[in-house]
């Protein structure tokens, strides 16, 4: 049986859109590490949510970046009191190319997610500070994988929220075309 896919890219960033005054690589500046989401970012979200509100998925898994954890909040704020899974595995790709894309450590992404979250995906320290194209296509396909294994069986839908590259790069391997999307938007694909 299939598993439909929501791949939901993270509204925008501050690394995405500094302020005006900033002068700079806001991807590769420390000030940006693991950015929030901007004024403009939050909107996104609530407007998203009017889409959202009403659809109920299987399961939930987030990227542990704080941008992507703040998206999910503002998109489905449902998704407080659920088991959302948070998962290494849906860093930006190719990993550890920016410092914008280097998480906090795992305390910290603890101390700021609802207490319901399941974060045992999210190892102490971001393990992926080094870049693997390898890495990167096999940690795509094992979670795919895992969550194709247990959803299958009942016709899952699966919300995923994660980076732009990520899914492009998700939509490349198991659509066989990379396709961009903008902040906040989302693509759905099922898979059988």
């Given at each position: 049986?299939?598993?439909?896919f929501y791949?939901?890219?993270?509204?925008?960033?501050?690394?995405?859109?500094?302020?005006?005054?900033?002068?700079?690589?806001?991807?590769?500046?420390?000030?940006?590490?693991?950015?929030?989401?901007?004024?403009?970012?939050?909107?996104?979200?609530?407007?998203?949510?009017?889409?959202?509100?009403?659809?109920?998925?299987?399961a939930i898994?987030?990227?542990?970046?704080?941008?992507?954890?703040?998206?999910?909040?503002?998109?489905?704020?449902?998704?407080?009191?659920?088991?959302?899974?948070?998962?290494?595995?849906?860093?930006?790709?190719?990993?550890?190319?920016?410092?914008?894309?280097?998480?906090?450590?795992?305390?910290?992404?603890?101390?700021?997610?609802?207490?319901?979250?399941?974060?045992?995906?999210?190892?102490?320290?971001?393990?992926?500070?080094?870049?693997?194209?390898?890495?990167?296509?096999?940690?795509?396909?094992?979670?795919?994988?895992?969550?194709?294994?247990?959803?299958?069986?009942?016709?899952?839908?699966?919300?995923?929220?994660?980076h732009g590259?990520?899914?492009?790069?998700?939509?490349?391997?198991?659509?066989?075309?990379?396709?961009?999307?903008?902040?906040?938007?989302?693509?759905?694909?099922?898979?059988?």
């Open positions: 049986m299939p598993v439909t791949l939901l890219r993270h509204a925008q960033g501050w690394h995405n859109a500094p302020p005006p005054d900033f002068k700079g690589d806001s991807y590769n500046d420390v000030k940006f590490r693991d950015a929030e989401l901007t004024p403009l970012g939050i909107t996104q979200t609530m407007e998203r949510r009017k889409e959202f509100e009403h659809k109920e998925f299987d898994y987030c990227s542990p970046m704080r941008r992507c954890r703040q998206t999910l909040l503002g998109v489905y704020p449902q998704a407080t009191s659920m088991n959302v899974q948070v998962d290494d595995r849906l860093i930006e790709q190719p990993t550890g190319v920016n410092i914008s894309d280097h998480r906090f450590e795992r305390n910290t992404i603890v101390a700021n997610s609802p207490h319901s979250w399941d974060l045992s995906k999210v190892a102490e320290n971001n393990p992926f500070l080094v870049r693997s194209v390898t890495k990167d296509a096999e940690n795509i396909r094992t979670l795919t994988q895992e969550i194709f294994k247990k959803y299958s069986s009942q016709n899952g839908v699966v919300l995923i929220v994660a590259m990520w899914i492009g790069r998700w939509l490349e391997m198991y659509q066989d075309h990379c396709q961009f999307i903008n902040n906040c938007e989302y693509v759905k694909y099922t898979l059988n």
